[in-house]
């Protein structure tokens, strides 16, 4: 009698439980949708306040706004895609404010980090704090952007970006004497309670990072009342079958402690994977993980085919060695965008730190491993864990990975 009265109050607490994360959702939904309208509406007002951007058939330069790293430029490229075709004879800028790891960028510029796909960007402008403080500073930038005629100026704001986050690219704009920058209300913001993010997961609205850079090309689009190009469909590869082995690209390296999965169950997953099958290795990171790659090299042995490429190739070059894999395994890192990019089939082993929803491998051939924590979306900025566990990353176990893997490697063999 009394376990039977115990299991029914301990349901009656696991229904209460639930139907209170899901009150909590709905209200949290409620209080989003109330910011983001408002965000909008402000936002709205300033570009009817702001310089007008000029009639598309006089538009000569197109400003991309968009300050990001490795990855975040590689979920983009969709996005400079469609501008490239809504304006194929423009000068194309990026401006950014972040430089990038300088081991990805072991080459001049015309080669370095930003020649993913070669055409769609003619310069790209990288500014520190400096060059916007004095006049002459702001005039020199200003005129180095708008040397070519008439200026139109498109932000690619991430998805969930704050409203400070665009608001500072409003003062950008004015202290450069440029247009208003459209694309601001592409995609929704969200406030900054971060905390929220747990009870966000799953809702409608929330974009992938690549689509929200493309919904803030098209808003730029409709703006102008041009005619909206037709969406790039997602890569995809046909299979060769030959009698060779398997090439299978690993990048095992993340420069954020809190997402790098522990390399001996990398060396565990690549020992298996060669005792099952014919695989061979390709090893991708930048100069400064040459030492963590000489690490997974002695983990692995002589009985492991592999070589690696680690500071050897431009971001161009490991584009082209991803499409020719049969499949990438790695974390979540640029080389897992470049993947999705060129639809070459992806493993990639998530943190819990973010939503998935913004920055898994798109398209059908992506396919994301992780696991459920009760601190995640935790969304730290240090890069390290606020607990110091590092529980979402270490909680992957190898053989999940590995069933995985090969998977994907039968189902490449099958179609």
């Not at 949708?33 to 951007?53: D, I, N, S, Y």
């Not at 060779?244 to 522990?262: C, D, E, M, N, Y």
Request: contains cysteine; proline residues 6%.
């Amino acid at each position: 009698m009394l376990l039977s009265v115990g299991l029914a109050r301990v349901c009656f607490l696991r229904d209460v439980a639930v139907k209170a994360r899901k009150l909590l959702g709905d209200l949290v939904g409620i209080f989003d949708e109330f910011h983001w309208q408002v965000c909008r509406l402000f936002l709205v007002a300033l570009r009817l306040m702001g310089k007008a951007p000029p009639p598309p058939s006089r538009v000569r330069t197109v400003v991309v706004i968009r300050n990001c790293f490795f990855g975040d430029f590689v979920v983009a490229i969709p996005a400079l895609r469609r501008l490239r075709l809504a304006f194929p004879g423009a000068r194309i800028v990026f401006l950014t404010a972040t430089s990038f790891a300088a081991g990805w960028k072991d080459r001049p510029q015309e080669d370095g980090v930003f020649e993913i796909e070669p055409g769609l960007i003619d310069e790209v402008v990288q500014y520190r704090s400096e060059d916007v403080r004095s006049a002459a500073a702001r005039f020199a930038l200003g005129a180095r952007l708008a040397c070519s005629g008439q200026v139109l100026t498109v932000a690619l704001c991430y998805s969930a970006d704050s409203l400070l986050s665009r608001l500072k690219r409003v003062v950008l704009c004015r202290a450069l004497d440029l247009p208003h920058p459209l694309g601001l209300t592409g995609v929704r913001t969200l406030p900054a309670q971060r905390w929220l993010n747990r009870w966000r997961c799953g809702r409608v609205g929330i974009l992938h990072q690549h689509t929200a850079a493309t919904a803030c090309v098209d808003e730029a689009l409709r703006h102008l009342g041009t005619l909206v190009v037709p969406v790039v469909p997602t890569a995809t590869r046909t299979k060769v079958i030959t009698n060779q082995p398997r090439l299978v690209g690993v990048a095992p390296f993340t420069k954020q402690p809190v997402k790098q999965w522990p390399l001996d169950r990398f060396a565990d997953v690549m020992r298996s994977l060669t005792a099952d099958m014919n695989v061979r290795f390709e090893i991708y990171g930048s100069r400064q993980e040459r030492d963590q790659a000489m690490r997974l090299d002695a983990m692995l042995g002589e009985a492991v085919s592999k070589v690696s490429l680690c500071g050897e190739l431009t971001p161009l070059q490991l584009r082209k060695r991803i499409e020719t894999v049969d499949l990438l395994l790695c974390l979540d890192s640029g080389p897992a965008h470049i993947a999705s990019l060129v639809g070459t089939p992806v493993v990639a082993i998530f943190s819990q730190i973010t939503l998935h929803d913004f920055w898994r491998p798109w398209g059908p051939q992506g396919h994301l491993i992780s696991v459920e924590v009760p601190c995640a979306a935790c969304d730290t900025r240090t890069g390290e864990c606020p607990l110091d566990t590092r529980a979402c990353i270490n909680g992957v176990p190898a053989d999940i990975v590995l069933q995985r893997v090969r998977a994907v490697l039968a189902e490449g063999d099958s179609a």
